[in-house]
């Protein structure tokens, strides 16, 4: 068979390495190494072999329809039991009521108008990044791109801190009129705002990646022939990566769709409520008899979420230009010059990404610094009270501290043994049923945290059949949630580094006899580490300041750190919030430059803030 010839000329019938075997193939020497070491002088095992991946199949067959199939199944069937139960009128009734329809209104407001604000941002950091010769670019990329690794919740309290001093500034200048006026923050506007700047890497990444893969033939024709750069970006470019823009543009309207943290903190106090919102506030007044009505909210977002889906997955389908072979990845190839404009051009956008995200956590580090509210900040009022207080002095956010970070370790060790086999079971075994479950993976993490959270809370209320154990308001039912939310993001980067792994060793060492553990062991471990780890840290990064999933999964005991920071501040102590949230800050900052010190082995795009 021509699959053996290859192979073949490695070792001589006697085993040993032939003179002429692959001279000057550097592949062809790493496949003789890895066949060597991973092969002994017993026969072959290749019915063992096929038997454990059958089991390996087995098990994750057996792990993925629990975790994403079960739930979504679950909550399918609670709304149509709803929509055609017995008491279909009091819960369509629900559906139909005044708060229900303000609430889809505001979803709505605060999803297109974040979702502009994203795509316009993102779009203008994207062409400066991406087709101008700015130094500092991985600085620019990093300091754009951490603004959406920070919790939303902590943006949110953030930003509460800059009206404070703002407030003050304005009547120092002769507006006296600004002490009466409220927070603009606390409403549709300032919420938009928020998570359209929150989002905006989202459009960022999307778009960047459209522009490094544009065609350099195109723009240099355009320039050859006379075009000015203003006009070959708005009329050439842009048009080319319309497609991207636009599913960026879509990611973003569903993840404002989703978000709880920022619409809680700054819509609940003016009774600016969405539909997240309002479904926390009915579960948590009301309790499990609400449940029907919830079930409608949560397919009401589910289907506001599905078209943006579906908006950007069309917007996929429809990119039409020509890849580049050769992507752009420094300034040496940067199709345009700023010359003498650079240095105001690096001022404001690197100003714009300081004013954005800087500013407002120098306000957060003000406000955990001072010991009490309205009190100035200066050398002889400054304090550690506050995180003393948050670190050794509160039990609940004590425990939010172990239990954020137990989750988020076991969440990341779990997927990374789970992504490790299926990746091995679907690029190389070719596994079809496997394959098949790609789009249910993604469907937990491209919902709505809320609506992942009813179907649990559905699945798990009642004790498990034929048990009297029960996972609800335990730290269980919040771990199988965050399997679901994060699998595909672990999945992403170790199938993107199994399609660069050189298969001709695997095939060697198989044909030679090695065990299904042996090649894990020696072949695919050792060449996915990089991108199993950076799957990993993506996982803890979320996983460790999660809310929107969280908020209606905790109870007493099984606090998080995102649900901390909003019972803190929903309690009125701002300044143990502030000061919690800003060691979650350094926390993920630590971890983002970590594992940027790592990025150097990873295949492209594996990191955003290294895209």
Not at 97 to 111: E, F
Not at 369 to 378: D, E, F, H, K
Not at 408 to 432: I, K, N, P, Q
């Amino acid at each position: 068979m021509a699959r053996f010839s290859a192979a073949d000329t490695l070792l001589t019938d006697d085993g040993k390495k032939s003179d002429g075997a692959l001279q000057g193939d550097p592949v062809g020497q790493a496949v003789t190494v890895a066949v060597l070491e991973t092969t002994s002088a017993k026969p072959p095992r290749k019915l063992a072999s096929w038997r454990a991946e059958k089991w390996v199949t087995v098990g994750l067959l057996a792990f993925l329809l629990p975790i994403c199939g079960l739930p979504m199944g679950r909550l399918l069937y609670a709304l149509l039991a709803a929509v055609l139960g017995p008491h279909r009128d009091a819960v369509l009734a629900a559906a139909h009521s005044s708060a229900a329809w303000t609430a889809t209104l505001h979803s709505l407001q605060v999803g297109l108008m974040g979702g502009a604000i994203a795509a316009g941002y993102g779009l203008l950091m994207a062409t400066i990044v991406t087709l101008g010769d700015l130094r500092h670019r991985p600085f620019v990329v990093f300091g754009f791109v951490v603004q959406a690794m920070i919790p939303p919740q902590v943006i949110a309290l953030a930003w509460l801190q800059v009206w404070i001093p703002a407030k003050d500034m304005l009547q120092a200048v002769g507006l006296e009129a600004a002490q009466s006026w409220g927070n603009p923050l606390q409403g549709g506007i300032g919420i938009s705002f928020l998570l359209g700047v929150h989002y905006a890497p989202l459009v960022f990444l999307t778009v960047r990646a459209a522009l490094l893969n544009v065609p350099a033939d195109v723009i240099e024709a355009a320039r050859v022939c006379g075009s000015p750069p203003l006009k070959v970006v708005t009329r050439i470019v842009w048009p080319l990566i319309l497609p991207a823009l636009v599913s960026g543009a879509a990611l973003a309207f569903v993840s404002c769709i989703g978000n709880f943290g920022i619409p809680a903190l700054l819509g609940i106090p003016g009774d600016y409520l969405v539909l997240p919102t309002l479904i926390y506030r009915e579960l948590s007044g009301y309790g499990p008899s609400v449940i029907p009505n919830v079930v409608i909210l949560s397919g009401i977002v589910a289907a506001l979420s599905g078209l943006g889906v579906l908006v950007q997955r069309l917007c996929v389908r429809g990119e039409h230009y020509r890849v580049s072979a050769v992507r752009r990845t420094d300034t040496q190839h940067a199709p345009f010059r700023f010359q003498q404009h650079r240095l105001w051009v690096e001022l404001v956008s690197g100003g714009l990404v300081t004013l954005l995200l800087v500013v407002p956590l120098l306000a957060l580090m003000a406000q955990s610094l001072t010991p009490a509210p309205g009190v100035p900040l200066n050398a002889s009022t400054v304090t550690l009270a506050h995180y003393a207080y948050v670190l050794l002095g509160n039990e609940a956010t004590s425990r939010a501290f172990f239990n954020s970070a137990l989750l988020a370790v076991a969440t990341a060790v779990v997927l990374a043994v789970v992504s490790l086999f299926y990746a091995y079971m679907v690029e190389y075994r070719r596994v079809r049923v496997l394959s098949k479950f790609g789009f249910l993976i993604e469907v937990p993490y491209v919902i709505p945290g809320v609506v992942l959270a009813m179907a649990m809370i559905l699945l798990y209320l009642r004790p498990l059949p034929m048990t009297s154990l029960s996972l609800y308001n335990t730290l269980a039912i919040l771990l199988l949630a965050y399997l679901a939310r994060f699998l595909t993001i672990q999945l992403r980067p170790v199938l993107s580094g199994f399609r660069q792994f050189p298969r001709e060793m695997l095939e060697a060492a198989e044909i030679f006899g090695a065990h299904f553990r042996l090649r894990m062991q020696k072949i695919v471990l050792p060449q996915l580490l990089p991108s199993l780890t950076a799957g990993a840290t993506l996982v803890v990064l979320l996983a460790m300041n999660e809310l929107t999933v969280s908020a209606l999964l905790w109870a007493t005991g099984t606090e998080t750190l995102g649900v901390a920071v909003f019972s803190l501040e929903q309690g009125g102590e701002s300044a143990a919030a502030s000061a919690l949230a800003m060691l979650t800050v350094a926390c993920t900052v630590l971890v983002m430059c970590a594992a940027n010190m790592l990025g150097r082995r990873l295949p492209s795009g594996v990191l955003p803030w290294r895209a």
